[in-house]
């Protein structure tokens, strides 16, 4: 698929958008989707084609009554055809309505599993990837996109599908009255062809300028209001006054411009309706003059004619619409139809909890380099602690051991086996990391926990949060574990959140953790609770902390330090506060302050 897909494109300040499907590739994509709803598809458009169909019957009906008025037949010959007129309103109305409903139901069911299969692939998104695009480009596709498409499920394509519809049954069933009265009905044709070019080629950019001149107006008027005090203490009223008024008058003008476009297209649509109409009338006066075909048939043709007017201004006034929705259709493509991200082929499983760094280098952005070569090995089990001064790398170097960014060089092992190989799944299962940016779901406490494992018992729940210290906070909610938590509901402290997620990592239960919250200042409750919580929450598998309170240090098995990148010392506390080098002075610093 990559293959097919718009490579990214580069933009300003090393941004890379995510990639943006072709045509084709929408096209590819949502076949796709309406694979598995084939059937519907079809029963759909037969529906639709067959209420439109009906519908043609009225004109031919009352072509009917001309005739049998011409014939000069009794007022009794008029009635049959005007109740099938109306059983063939009904008919029709009856079946557009129930086809239309069922091609919006059928255009919903392909955006909600598109919508699934974007979210599945945007979590899966390696997170530099999202970083080079700006987190923007991907929140901009899953609401402003979706919504468009949203939109035009609802509205602009059961337009354009009924529309379309009509117009091409409406020219068949004029060719099958008399195939002349088809030909001179396309006269219209290139007018109308013209007429949409014109229009599409002059509506983009006024739209877009009067959208920037929107913005500008809203954006003038914020400033002028909001700043209203400063406005009034340096008397700047005039000015703002006249910087508004000036905006306003910009807007004005180009709302103007649009409405003038407006009607100059519907004028041009005018045209061509006259055109076509006038000589389906002359036509229809030669054939029945000559004896061709009959008034009644000259007079459905012109009403086929007439009736062609709604759907054809209809069908231009929405592909607008239309073509912005495909447009924002080939942005969700684009990332729903990212390969999945691949499982390594033979995965081997890591014989234990160590970690071995290797040479490992990385760079957020090509120009600076942020790690310069770590070394570093962890054995099954050991507790170490990672310290050095703010920006030194030490989050970063977590991140990598995690499998949350690539290093740009070196290699990263688990076990004895290298991430690559291990694959996304496994190493998730093998490495958590726990961050200082919490999220407690909304949900129930109880849901909030098994996140981290779906089938655990309530026993073990109670037992995870028992070993993190949350048991007894948690059966004092109002609803125990049943309690509602997360946005709107229950709110829980900042050292709350923290052992919650220590309990989810206790849940999960992976051989190695890195911990790096630093939620709680040293020395305080929170943070006593949360140090004894983690030392509960790492007993038994290999543990890295990024540690942001000394005294985290001081308890390790061993202290990594890394300064700018590079890692300096390594060794038991003891053994580096006797070297008297870097972990000695910042000991020293922080000593310092706790007398
Ligand atoms: N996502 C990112 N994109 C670009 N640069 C980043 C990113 N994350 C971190 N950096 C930069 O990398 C360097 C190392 O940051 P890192 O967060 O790893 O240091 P740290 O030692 O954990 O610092 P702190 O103790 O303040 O969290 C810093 O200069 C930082 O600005």
């Known amino acids: 698929m990559s293959d097919t897909v718009d490579t990214t494109s580069p933009l300003p300040g090393g941004r890379e958008l995510l990639p943006v499907a072709t ?8 076949g796709r989707l309406l694979r598995p709803h084939r059937w519907r598809a079809v029963v759909t458009l037969a529906v639709l084609v067959a209420g439109s169909a009906v519908a043609l019957l009225v004109a031919p009906l009352l072509g009917r009554i001309v005739d049998v008025v011409v014939a000069g037949a009794g007022s009794a010959a008029v009635v049959g055809p005007a109740v099938l007129i109306a059983v063939v309103a009904v008919v029709a109305g009856l079946l557009t309505t129930v086809g239309m409903s069922l091609l919006v139901g059928l255009g919903e069911r392909l955006l909600a599993r598109l919508r699934e299969q974007f979210v599945d692939r945007a979590l899966a998104l390696p997170l530099e990837q999202v970083e080079r695009a700006g987190g923007g480009d991907l929140t901009a596709r899953v609401t402003g996109d979706v919504a468009v498409v949203g939109e035009a499920v609802r ?3 059961p337009k354009l599908a009924r529309a379309g519809l009509t117009i091409v049954l409406t020219l068949l069933a004029m ?3 008399d195939w002349r009265f088809l030909v001179v009905a396309l ?5 109308q062809i013209h007429t949409a070019r014109w229009y599409v080629r002059n509506a983009g950019p ?19 209001v909001g700043g209203a005090a400063t406005v009034r203490a340096f008397l700047l009223a005039d000015d703002h006054v006249d910087r508004v008024r000036g905006r306003s008058l910009t807007a004005v003008d180009l709302v103007l411009r649009g409405i003038r476009l407006m ?20 036509t229809g006066f030669l054939l029945v003059g000559n004896g061709s075909v009959t008034a009644g048939t000259a007079t459905a043709a012109a009403l086929y004619f ?7 201004s209809s069908a231009l006034v929405t592909i607008d619409e239309a073509l912005s929705a495909g447009a924002s259709l080939a942005r969700i493509v684009g990332v729903a139809e990212l390969p999945a991200p691949g499982e390594p082929q033979h995965r081997a499983l890591p014989m234990d909890g160590s970690v071995k760094v290797a040479d490992v280098h990385h760079a957020y952005r090509a120009d600076r380099p942020v790690l310069h070569g770590v070394d570093l090995d962890i054995g099954a089990a050991e507790r170490v602690a990672l310290v050095g001064a703010s920006g030194a790398g030490k989050t970063t170097l977590a991140k990598l051991i995690a499998g949350v960014h690539r290093p740009t060089g070196g290699s990263i092992s688990l076990g004895g086996v290298g991430l690559d190989e291990l694959g996304p799944e496994l190493a998730r299962r093998t490495v958590v990391l726990v961050t200082q940016e919490v999220h407690v779901f909304a949900g129930t406490l109880a849901d909030d926990l098994r996140l981290a494992r779906p089938d655990a018992t309530e026993a073990q729940l109670r037992e995870a949060l028992s070993t993190v210290g949350a048991l007894g906070w948690a059966d004092a909610l109002p609803d125990g574990l049943d309690t509602a938590v997360g946005e709107g509901a229950h709110t829980l402290s900042v050292t709350q959140a923290q052992q919650l997620a220590l309990a989810r990592l206790v849940l999960a239960d992976p051989p190695v953790a890195i911990l790096d919250e630093a939620t709680a200042e040293a020395g305080s409750a ?4 949360l140090e004894a919580a983690a030392t509960r929450a790492l007993a038994g598998r290999t543990g890295l902390l990024v540690a942001h309170r000394m005294t985290q240090a001081a308890t390790a098995d061993r202290v990594v330090v890394l300064d700018t990148g590079r890692l300096v010392e390594i060794g038991h506390h003891d053994e580096l506060v006797a070297a008297g080098g870097r972990y000695a002075a910042l000991w020293e610093a922080w000593s310092a302050t706790r007398t």
């Open 175 to 177: 060719g099958a009255l």
């Open 206 to 224: 006024v739209y877009a300028r009067q959208r920037v001149a929107e913005g500008g107006l809203q954006q003038q008027l914020l400033d002028t």
């Open 187 to 191: 006269l219209a044709v290139p007018i």
């Open 155 to 157: 509205g602009a394509v």
């Open 23 to 30: 045509a084709a590739d929408t096209r590819a994509a949502v």
């Open 306 to 312: 007439h009736s062609l007017f709604g759907p054809i």
């Open 526 to 529: 929170g943070a006593r609770v």
């Open 263 to 282: 009607t100059r297209f519907y004028a041009r649509l005018n045209l061509a309706e006259f055109v076509g109409l006038a000589a389906v009338l002359v």
